[in-house]
């Protein structure tokens, strides 16, 4: 045998032997790791989290609840542009390989040795979804071994369109959108069936480097990483190399939002989430794609959101100036003012918006203020509330609020006035008064300083918006609206070892005897006082409870003027009944909620409660609709709607309570203002003047809206057993056996 045969076959001896070594290694890897790895099997109910969503009354969506901001879609839901390009960028051998590709990892191991690769390069497409769905991104061997048996297992057991689809729908986009439907509606604003070849090449190209190579970040990097993706389409025969040299000429132009603004209703959408987490529980709420349907209105709850905001700050701007708490130069270098960007900044400052500005200097009677990129001025007039010279009014670096009053665009600069974040609070509710859906709701000033929901959480005392109870069970019991009642000071027994119980009018004036119509709609204690003394508290409580009261109601003569407390979301409900007709609905937050997959789960249906006679009810409508209509009513400012209105303004001792419920025939809406710790809004903040003109602002928005919808205004629903009679105080309704002329038999506290 000659030598070189002798080495070759030495040679094969030892190929065969490293072979060996090398298969048995192997299988002792595979070994190793097989019995370790996760079961295949569970990804044919593939599953990732979704968005729960909440949608409105009008079917637009008003809020969402996720760990991941998902939306899944099919194979057939993802355009082939965008699967071509995906592939092009992250695997061109995909659609051959068994899950691993050998060559590539060969390749990127050399690299690796020489020095020319840090990280990246060999993981197929298999094998980053394999690493998403069970493993971590550390960067170890145990790790890649892992994750290319997996890769492996996926590929026996599901077809191409299967992964490819579970890859679209899993991996991370940047901004928080998981899937290509939310990364197509984060940065083109329209549905991932919709994109356009240039658009999928972007969004394909930055897969792996999401929010670094994001064009809301770095531009240039996106503008790469999409030139190189189309490169890769042409190389692979996807496009020619024709189109991907127009694309590439393109610039990235995005149509979507990185910055979400926040939900219209976020106290509404908490209302929400505590009871579909309390039901459902929070894996079900944050990853079950769970669809939620309510009849919030969304005109509405906007109308509620900047009334309530305007009207806190007027209120709050009375109460005087306070001087900025933060300033950008408090112990840094003075580039700190240049170089200080505001969490709230992200979006082109919009006229009529409030926005936190950083003080730049003051020149003169002109305060130098900048939003972002964006560089603003302030005029005396601006500031001319504070009653104060503009250098005592901020320093360079203090944080101020600004309202926006102009903007030009191309030089980037605006004017403002000066405002300040409100310290006072207030609430909203609004709720359909045939069904009871809760239509709008303000919880607060701010939800992102405080989620505590004023509208639904807060017991305060109510003030004169408790007379109406008073007075409907007098209707009932026979009171007429013209039935005469002493208002004059009284003195009245307040049970054994108590001082006399001795309550004043507002105004402190007394008018002798006065229609019970005139003691509403001018909210007069004493009247109010003597009706209940008549009728006794207990009779007068059961009537506040038929109407949904539920808070306790002592049985004292002083809960006629408003002692007692309630939430804001218990008077609204009860007022609600009175135009429709006596019969209380229970309020409804929610319609139904189904799984993702259409199946019901929970579905509510509007809620009847007979809680007055519909003739008591009508009597006491149109006795709140007096306190509007008439000029002697505490709410005859808002005549000027020119709209069959009804409600009652609501004032406590020492101005701390301020509100105003009203309502037309087919919504009602109720606002309240005060502070969280019991204390003084201000001298005079009565409801007419702190709750009102809010009521007033969201009425008129609903006012206009039903206007244009509307041949005519609705009417209230007037009983057949209602007559008009002419009085010598004027027209009047009664309840047919009542009118003047008719022997009713009547309490100690009024007389015909």
């Known amino acids: 045998m000659s030598l070189a045969s002798r080495m070759a076959r030495s040679f094969g001896i030892v190929a065969l032997f490293l072979a060996a070594a090398f298969l048995g290694t192997a299988s002792g890897v595979l070994f190793a790791f097989v019995d370790d790895l996760p079961q295949i099997e569970a990804l044919d109910d593939f599953s990732p989290g979704t968005i729960t969503r909440v949608y409105a009354g009008d079917g637009s969506v008003i809020g969402d609840f996720a760990n991941e901001r998902r939306l899944l879609v099919s194979y057939q839901d993802i355009p082939e542009v965008l699967r071509n390009a995906i592939v092009s960028a992250e695997d061109g051998d995909f659609f051959s390989h068994p899950g691993i590709n050998p060559m590539r990892i060969a390749i990127t191991a050399v690299k690796r040795v020489l020095g020319l690769q840090r990280y990246g390069g060999a993981s197929t497409l298999t094998q980053q979804l394999s690493r998403k769905l069970f493993l971590t991104d550390e960067q170890t061997l145990e790790r890649k071994i892992r994750e290319a048996i997996l890769a492996i297992q996926i590929e026996k057991r ?23 439907e939310a990364a197509s509606q984060l940065y083109f604003g329209k549905h991932v069936r919709d994109l356009n070849l240039d658009e999928a090449a972007m969004i394909a190209g930055i897969i792996q480097g999401n929010v670094r190579q994001s064009p809301y970040v770095n531009m240039d990097a996106a503008l790469r990483r999409r030139n190189y ?10 496009i020619t190399r024709e189109e991907a040299d127009a694309a590439i000429k393109r610039p990235i132009v995005t149509g979507g939002e990185p910055n979400r603004a926040p939900s219209i209703a976020p106290y509404f959408l908490e209302s929400l989430r505590i009871h579909l987490e309390e039901r459902y529980g929070s894996k079900a709420l944050y990853e079950s794609g769970l669809i939620v349907k309510t009849g919030l209105d969304p005109a509405l709850q906007v109308a509620a959101n900047r009334a309530l905001d305007e009207g806190l700050r007027r209120v709050d701007k009375v109460r005087g100036y306070r001087k900025p708490t933060t300033n950008v130069l408090d112990g840094t270098d003075a580039k700190a003012l240049e170089s200080y960007k505001d969490k709230h900044w992200g979006r082109e400052p919009v006229v009529g ?16 203020v900048r939003v972002d990129t964006w560089s603003g001025t302030i005029g005396r007039g601006g500031y001319r509330w504070t009653r104060r010279r503009a ?10 609020e600004v309202r926006i009053l102009t903007r030009d665009p191309d030089a980037h600069t605006f004017t403002a006035d000066l405002d300040q974040r409100p310290a006072l609070q207030g609430a909203v509710l609004a709720l359909d008064n045939r069904t009871g859906q809760v239509l709008a709701m303000v919880g607060g000033a701010s939800f992102e300083r405080s989620q505590f929901n004023r509208a639904t959480q807060a017991l305060r ?202 309502f037309d025939p087919e919504i009602t809406v109720g606002v309240w203002v005060g502070f969280d710790q019991k204390r003084p809004i201000g001298a005079g903040q009565t409801g007419t ?64």
Not at 229 to 238: H, I, K, P, S, V
Not at 391 to 400: E, F, I, N, Q
Request: glycine residues 10%; negative net charge; hydrophobic residues 40%.
């Open 461 to 662: 005392q109510v003030g004169s918006l408790f007379k109406p109870f008073v007075y409907t069970a007098a209707i009932d019991r026979g009171y007429t609206a013209q039935a005469l009642i002493s208002d004059v000071p009284t003195a009245f027994d307040a049970g054994p070892d108590q001082p006399p119980y001795e309550p004043q009018n507002y105004d402190h004036e007394y008018r002798g005897d006065i229609t019970l119509r005139e003691a509403l709609e001018g909210s007069r204690n004493i009247p109010a006082v003597r009706v209940m003394d008549a009728l006794g508290p207990p009779m007068v409580i059961d009537y506040a409870k038929k109407l949904g009261i539920t808070s306790p109601l002592p049985p004292f003569l002083s809960v006629a003027i408003g002692s007692a407390e309630a939430s804001l979301l218990e008077m609204v409900s009860a007022y609600a009944a009175y135009p429709n007709q006596g019969v209380r609905m229970t309020p409804l937050i929610l319609n139904e909620v189904t799984d993702r997959d259409g199946n019901m789960l929970e579905q509510h249906r509007a809620e009847p409660h007979e809680a007055i006679r519909a003739d008591t009810a009508y009597i006491v409508t149109s006795l709140l609709e007096g306190v509007i209509q008439h000029p002697g009513g505490t709410a005859a400012s808002a005549s000027d709607l020119h709209w069959p209105l009804g409600g009652k303004t609501g004032t406590t001792d020492d101005y701390t309570d301020a509100w105003f419920i009203g």
């Open 229 to 238: 993706t189309l490169g890769r389409m042409a190389d692979e025969g996807y």
């Open 689 to 752: 003047v702190a709750a009102l003109p809010i009521w007033h602002e969201i009425m008129q928005s609903w006012i206009d809206r039903r206007r244009a919808e509307l041949p005519e205004p609705p009417d209230f629903a007037r009983p057949g057993n209602v007559v008009t009679v002419i009085t010598p105080f004027g027209p009047e309704v009664f309840i047919s056996g009542t009118e003047p002329g008719t022997a009713i038999p009547l309490g100690g506290g009024g007389r015909h």
């Open 391 to 400: 250098a005592d009014v901020a320093k360079p670096g203090d944080l101020v």
């Open 158 to 180: 599901y077809t191409k369109a299967q992964i490819l689809t579970m890859y679209c729908n899993k991996m991370y986009w940047g901004h928080g959108a998981y899937g290509v």
């Open 353 to 368: 918006d409030y926005e936190p500005a950083v003080v730049m200097k003051i020149e003169g009677d002109v305060l130098h």
